[in-house]
């Protein structure tokens, strides 16, 4: 035990130089996370065009927030700092802050606030939002809610609502569909206004009149409002702060929005002009409006769309160059030549292409900008046995499809909640309800535990199988038992190297445990709610981790704090992954929203959406360059994350998708349902498409409707949802799930 | 929940808590409320409950699973700090229990005797170890190797050893040699590692069908049952329900086996309510959803005219095996209209009727077993209570507790099973099919028995008379009673003593007391008014037994001196031979005057192997065959 933990804390040690840049990154991330959804409030509707005044208007009353929370804080040394760098006068703060200097952001008398209070008030909201999930501070609804004081003729509600639909069904055909966007948030609003406003029968009225008008994904979120009455409910709704912290997004081109607000000047219908203006963020495009297809395939989301700059950011998403690792290839090819009687040429000269493709890929980052763990010689050795298994491969295509494994977890009567094998496929873990973490090894080699400090005093440490003296043979079993999280395990991770095994909780905590002595190391405690999700990056050392608090953390092993925080989800971060290059995390939400981040400074560079309900799996193709998702909704969506774009759906799957994969050539998706399936998609198909220019400038995506010729098999299980799926170095898929008699 | 919003947009229907409902439970927490406040509360309650519900989904998504458990509904309210609910984490559905007067449903939440818990004999079984296995699913993505459709089988492969064990065994209990099959047996009942092979034989067993033709078959398939069942490793699911319903095939099905009067498909019969008693009783946890259910079908069966006498023995038995409230809810009332058919069957003596004639008198038989353990133990169970302060139940749980510790496979069912049958199930189930599940009232001891003697007469009186002692409980008075009951409650657990029990008998004694002797005559005759069908000489007999003492059960406990109760014995004969066992009940009614051939003692000792071990009493069975029956 004694000797893992010292080669731990080595690691620890080698890692602390490297990290350092990381860790000073840190500190700005706060500011940058504060800063990415403040840009809204101030810039009202200002049709996407980018307003240098408004912007520094805007940064001004960010940093007038920043201001007023260090205050509130008594920080005031930084209080003093901040304000001389920004060159703010002395008195800026008590000016506007007022009453709410002494007693902090918000309060009940927020309601009374003059226009200029409301107008910080909704600073101050916005700003605080974020850290609100991270400080646990819950924001002061009566200031979210504030802007739904300034109220209509409740009963004219309805007047106005179907006066706007009658004028959207006579458009033009062609501006009928992208008009339609507005009902949902329009109607959302309206109706919130209505309930805040203690309308509680016209606020039932107006719901029952045209919830049913509503696009039928958006029927949970219905479900959510329409349990909603009254005033008082919506202190502490979580869904209802969504709808007022984040401003809803659309897209529509310029000539309907023109004909729109044409209609709503003419009619002198303030009351809908006001919500669009306070609550509603209209991305204009120029050019043909969008067809009622290529509207549904990308809206769906709790906010919306992404807007176009969102995804404009460069990604790097070629792979790392591979560490130069002197095979002792001639030895033991010869060894395997012996034995399968392959022609011996054809090898090296594999790995040489091999080799020499990955020299250069203009899409991947510097081999540094993110510092990665050196590798160590068991490492070395493992990348060997992976280069040699990969000789071995199955070329796997619609003609050669993979076969299947399938691994039941029996008499799993307490609930099996995740699961994870190994990369070389020898461990498999599950994670269970009744919070216990079990580990099986799936090949002869028993489990062992290291010897106790005092039994590895007595070995002789010169000898040369010290590794295997280390070990106890009396402890060797199939499986071993992890004990200490206090709720349901919901996610799991092995490290790369097999030495370590992440798992994450309903107890708010992610515990490290090692392979080695199956005890648990750390327990990193940051997300005060449950974790859904959590994965190690594939040059391990860091891992990423999201939950119910809607922050996914990026943390490093050694580590007790997160590194990043990655904030800007509306809801619950259900599953996280890394990208192959280890500089990128993508995270899956039941905001129905993908997104991606950099690890490097912690920017949201990616905001996919189109599904249609919580997410709950991801896959990277293994070149970096696609993302694959699954939802409950049952699809699959599949993204290219250098343009951005959405670039196929793939409909079959009849219940929520807990896992998908790659074939480790990328050719085949594999995808495991809870509705008992595993299905194959041709993935080599659904990604060959040319993206021209146009597209991927504005970002319409004309999906063809194709799953029936992607798809290749569809292979049932006996009353086992498919909750895990892998596949092997040489090609053969591997499921894993829980029977349910 | 779930349900409202999609299915109706116009109007919004959730559940919802009544105004009602919360001054209710205000008022059991001592609090008085107003109505509009009432109101209010019961909107903000309702909204908390939907909160809770939609932020409880998100936990059961986690989980992988479709179902939303009490578990995931705790965790949202902790998550809300809120104090989470207690008590409801078991996986089993909770059933309802309905309330007769007024539309008020609950969950029963019944005390638990910890003591009894703990000192409890039959400790639950723990599962199997959660293990993985692997299986080649699909081989290059073509075809599946395990063959389908061929075994209701679990997702996982058999290894080499488990699939020779499962041949060799099906082989041992199936094949000829009683020795191996024993060894197979035992086997079966003592090991811990064939969970994996649990379906399969589930699946040999569901086999019963096929070879209702092979009495032997079907036996090796019942003990087989036994053995699983028996099998303290073996964790049974929901395949206990297969199990189950072969099990009542034997019990119910007019198998092709009893075609051929020589075979003795009544033992089999016997020995499978045994079997499901003993299911209820060691697995009540798997089967409470099915008690209500088989109930139902065994009334199905005992009410349906057209099927043959051995179908209606098995329906006997079987509420036999599941207790004497199963009897005394669905037996007991059929017995008048039932006792019509029956008693037609008894008075046809044409030759051609001679076989079905026995028949009926197996199955009357059958009933006077059941009707003597109902009385019984409704009897003890009515006793009970009065020390215990709390309600009848009390009583009978200890009652059947007792019992279970001698002999499981004797006992009803668990206390909680006969109160699960009432649930929400049940109550739509009655409203459905009419059974007077609701309109159900305990009929009183003493006209109970008085009916029951108005049907089986001194057949039944004398089940009580037995043993030694008779004279000590002679002179009844109520505080001697309920002396004399505490001290059997012990003794009653053993089935065999109890039929001789003098205590009992003592019970039995004590409740037509207590009532008065003047309800005699007109339950008497009410009771003989239901019987058209019977004889008017019978009648006339029973009758002037019933009259000629004022309280007939003081009359039993003087020596069998009068004619008819001696001759009533014989009705113990049903379990004596094959074809003429049952008749001599009905010596009494039309062969007073006959004499005994046997003393009657005799014959009493051999009650209690009544309905489970058949031993053919051949000689018995020549000898007097040609006395009674006009051949």
Known sequence: MAAVQGGLVDAVEEKTIKSEPVADATANNSANDARAPSSSPGSGVSPGVNKPAAGAAEDQQTLLAVLQFLRKNNLSESVEILRREAGLPEDSLDQKGGDSTGTGLGGPEADGRTDAGSLLSRVTVSSSAPSKAVAEDQPDVNVVLSAYSQQGDPALYEVYYSGLKKFIETVLDCHRAELSQVFYPLFVHMYLELVYNNHENKAKAFFEKFSGDQECYYQDDLRVLCSLTKKEHMRGNETLLDFRTSKFVLRISRDSYQLLKRHLQERQNNQIWNIIQEHLYIDIFDGMPRSKGQIDAMSGSLAGEAKREANKAKVYYGLLKEPEIELPLDDEDEEAENEEGKPKKKKPKKDNMGSKSKKQDPNAPSQTRIPLPELKDSDKLDKIMNMKEATKRIRLGPDNLPSICFYSFLNAYQGLTAVDLTDDSSLIAGGFADSTVRVWSVTPKKLRKVKSAADLNMIDKESDDVLERIMDEKTASESKILYGHSGPVYGISFSPDRNYLLSSSEDGTIRLWSLQTFTCLVGYKGHNYPVWDTQFSPHGYYFVSGGHDRVARLWATDHYQPLRMFSGHLADITCTRFHPNSNYVVTGSSDRTIRLWDVLNGNCVRIFTGHKGPIHALAFSPNGKFLASGATDGRVLLWDIGHGLMVGELKGHTDTIYSLRFSRDSEILASGSMDNTVRLWDATKAFDLETDDFTAATGHIHLQDNSQELLLGSYMTKSTPVIHLHFTRRNLLLAAGGYNP | ?631
């Not at chain 2, 098995?314 to 029956?342: D, Q, S």
């Not at chain 2, 009544?610 to 018995?620: A, E, M, Y």
Request: net charge positive.
């Open chain 2, 1 to 631: 929940m779930h349900t409202s919003l999609m299915a109706d947009r116009e109007e919004r229907r959730f559940a919802e808590v009544s105004r009602e409902s919360i001054k209710l439970m205000a008022e059991s927490a001592g609090v008085e409320l107003g109505d509009d406040v009432a109101g209010l509360l019961a909107e903000d309650v309702c909204y908390r409950l939907r909160e809770a519900t939609q932020s409880s989904s998100q936990f059961m998504r986690h989980a992988k699973r479709r179902k939303l458990t009490v578990e995931d509904f705790n965790r949202a309210l902790r998550w809300s700090n809120v104090e989470a609910i207690c008590g409801y984490g078991a996986q089993d559905a909770l059933p309802f229990r309905s309330v007769k007067d007024g539309e008020l449903y609950f969950v029963e939440d019944r005390e638990i005797n910890l003591v009894e818990l703990a000192l409890a004999t039959n400790i639950p079984k723990g599962c199997a170890e959660t293990m993985v296995r692997v299986n080649v699913s699909y081989l290059d993505g073509k075809g599946n190797l395990e063959p389908q459709g061929t075994v209701p089988s679990a997702v996982q492969s058999l290894s080499d050893d488990l699939l020779k064990y499962y041949q060799q065994i099906t082989r041992a209990i199936l094949g000829e040699d009683p020795h191996l099959m024993k060894v197979a047996l035992l086997d079966l009942q003592s090991n811990s590692k064939i969970a994996a092979l649990l379906p399969y034989f589930v699946y040999v067993i569901s086999g019963v069908k096929s070879v209702s033709h092979d009495l032997e078959q079907l036996n090796r398939l019942l003990h087989m049952v036994k053995s699983l069942v028996q099998n303290p490793y073996l964790y049974l699911g929901s395949y206990v329900r297969s199990l189950v319903s072969s099990v009542m095939y034997c019990i119910l099905e007019p198998l092709a086996a009893s075609i051929n009067p020589l075979n003795d498909h009544w033992t089999l019969r016997d020995y499978a309510a045994l079997l499901l008693s003993h299911i209820f009783w060691t697995h009540g946890d798997l089967v409470s959803g099915l008690y209500h259910q088989i109930l139902l079908s065994l009334q199905k069966v005992l009410s349906d005219p057209v099927r043959p006498l051995c179908s209606h023995y098995g329906a006997v038995v079987g509420l036999h095996a599941l207790g004497w409230k199963a009897v005394e809810r669905v037996l007991f009332p059929h017995l008048p209209a039932y006792w019509a058919n029956l008693q037609a069957v008894l008075d046809d003596y044409s030759v051609s009727n001679a076989q079905v004639k026995a028949d009926g008198h197996k199955v009357y038989g059958a009933i006077l077993v059941a009707v003597e353990r109902l009385l019984k133990m409704k009897a003890l169970s009515l006793s009970q209570p009065v020390e215990g302060g709390s309600s009848a139940q009390v009583g009978s749980t200890m009652g059947s507790t007792g019992y279970r510790v001698s002999s499981p496979g004797l006992s009803p069912p668990p206390e909680p099973l006969t109160e699960a049958a009432l649930g929400i199930a049940s109550h739509l189930q009655a409203g459905g099919s009419g059974c007077p599940w609701e309109e159900w009232t305990p009929v009183p001891l003493p006209a109970m028995y008085s009916e029951l003697y108005s049907f089986f007469g001194d057949s039944l009186a004398v089940r009580f008379s037995t043993g030694p002692g008779k004279g000590n409980y002679a002179p009844c008075n109520p505080s001697q009673v309920s002396n004399s009951r505490k001290e059997p409650s012990g003794a009653t657990s053993n089935p065999d003593t109890t039929r001789k029990m003098p205590q009992l008998t003592a019970n039995l004694n004590i409740s037509p007391r207590q009532d008065g002797s003047p309800r005699m005559d007109p339950s008497v005759a009410r009771a003989s008014s239901v019987q058209r069908s019977r004889s008017s000489s019978s009648r006339s007999g029973q009758r002037s037994t019933g009259l000629s003492r004022d309280v007939f059960p003081k009359a039993r406990f003087t020596p069998p001196q009068t004619g008819p109760p001696v001759f009533s014995f014989l009705i113990g004969g049903r379990q004596m031979g094959r074809r003429c066992q049952g008749r001599r009940p009905f010596q009494t009614t039309f062969a007073p005057s006959a004499s005994l051939p046997i003393p009657p003692r005799a014959y009493t000792h051999k009650l209690p192997v009544i309905g489970r071990v058949g031993k053919p009493v051949r000689r018995w069975t020549c000898s007097h065959y040609s006395l009674h029956l006009p051949l």
